[in-house]
């Protein structure tokens, strides 16, 4: 007697219905921007990391269609055998320039830098200690490298170091990993904490910096710049995709991090290199972000502007601490935070609903972009208002 042995995926998917856990896309039917079409309804778009607005501005749309016309449609294989190209080495050296850096290296995707860099830095000698909280690719890097890895209390200094007494010593390296940005609560690591105890206990420091790019520090250089650490020995890893509008991840960090990871990391070395449309959208972008910071003072307006506008009319609501444009309202269940997330959409908000597993509590994440109008941040507060009487 023979059995499916795929009879068990419908068995799950039941499981993920019965738990509220169920997930869909959700059509986009133009350009990105404050004001998207979604599913044919007009709505106001909170729920995009497109920060400063770039993914649709006709520069980086230009500097993708002539990159396009000149190298084709892709780099055709990876950077060491065929897929390298001077757009690539352009961007790298614009990315080290913004990041204060001595050089940087650029992934086809965040998650691919992350899971890479990890993977080639540490081994099953090595010891990673992760916050809790850490975004899946710095967990999924981790599990990949062999490494043994023991997760410390989110932002818990006192934690991290205790672990850093116990265990440092049994191990050949170590590597502390975090966001920078928390990307599903809105708050920031500890960073300047991090690289004390890290100097303490000869350990190695990546911080992702994938929502903090463009958007944090005097330059938008991110997390590391904002609290002044930029001369501190550490390993950068952000994206292209987010204020930077396009697609890409990379590592900046010391001219020898750098040429070691493009002989060690794997998810650089056998994957084919970014596409030459990806990666003028992204030098254009960095320069964007070098040459207009009134994009990123226009967004910091929006965030203080709707902070200031739920403190007025929604102070009871449970609000996530943030130093972010990332805003969660908690809702107690999954039930509450779906039909809030329907309610603002019927209302022309879209607000998505992020639920466990993705996150431990449910809540609506709001992100604010450079482009948002105030008429927008208003309608939102409205219709969070409207939607708790």
């Given amino acids: 007697m023979t059995t499916n042995p795929y009879a068990w995926l419908e068995d799950s998917l039941s499981t993920i219905h019965k738990a509220n856990w169920y997930r869909s896309v959700q059509r986009l039917q133009n350009r990105p921007g404050a004001v998207v079409k979604l599913e044919g309804q007009e709505v106001i778009n909170f729920a995009s990391n497109d920060y400063l607005g770039l993914a649709g501005d006709e520069r980086l749309i230009e500097a993708a269609i002539i990159a396009t016309q000149h190298y084709g ?20 050296c614009a990315i080290a320039s913004l990041k204060q850096t001595e050089d940087a290296l650029v992934f086809s995707s965040g998650y691919l830098a992350n899971i890479g860099a990890i993977a080639a830095l540490v081994g099953k000698r090595d010891l990673i200690l992760a916050d809790q909280y850490n975004h899946s690719s710095l967990k999924n890097g981790a599990i990949l490298s062999g490494a043994t890895v023991i997760n410390y209390i989110h932002r818990d200094m006192e934690d991290l170091k205790h672990q850093l007494v116990y265990h ?15 990307s599903m609560d809105g708050d920031l690591c500890p960073l300047p904490d991090i690289l004390s105890l890290a100097d303490q206990f000869s350990s190695m420091v990546l911080v992702d910096e994938a929502h903090a790019t463009g ?8 997390c590391v710049e904002h609290f002044g650490c930029t001369e501190h020995p550490l390993i950068q890893m952000g994206t292209l995709s987010k204020a ?14 750098i040429d070691f990871l493009r002989n060690r990391a794997p998810s650089w070395i056998y994957t084919t290199g970014l596409s030459p449309a990806d990666t003028a959208a992204a030098l254009t972008a960095v320069e964007i972000v070098q040459k207009e910071p009134q994009r990123r003072d226009r967004l910091w307006q929006n965030v203080e502007m709707l902070k200031s506008l739920i403190q007025q009319s929604l102070s009871a609501l449970n609000i996530l601490p943030s130093e972010s444009p990332i805003l969660c309202l908690q809702c107690p269940n999954v039930e509450d935070v779906l039909n809030m997330a329907q309610q603002l959409k019927a209302a022309g908000i879209f607000a998505p609903a992020i639920r466990p597993p993705t996150v431990p509590t449910s809540r609506i994440r ?24």
């Fill in 73 to 92: 449609t892709g780099s055709t294989g990876s950077r060491l055998l065929s897929g390298h190209r001077e757009l690539h080495q352009e961007l790298e």
């Fill in 168 to 182: 440092r010593h049994n191990y050949r390296r170590c590597l502390i990993a975090t966001d920078s940005v928390f």
């Fill in 215 to 222: 958007v944090l520090g005097a330059t938008g250089a991110g």
């Fill in 244 to 257: 930077l509008g396009s697609l890409g991840g990379y590592i900046a960090g010391s001219a020898t991090l």
């Fill in 366 to 389: 709001i992100s604010v972009m450079a482009i948002h109008e105030p008429t927008h941040l208003q309608l939102l507060v409205t219709s969070l208002l409207r939607g708790l009487v």
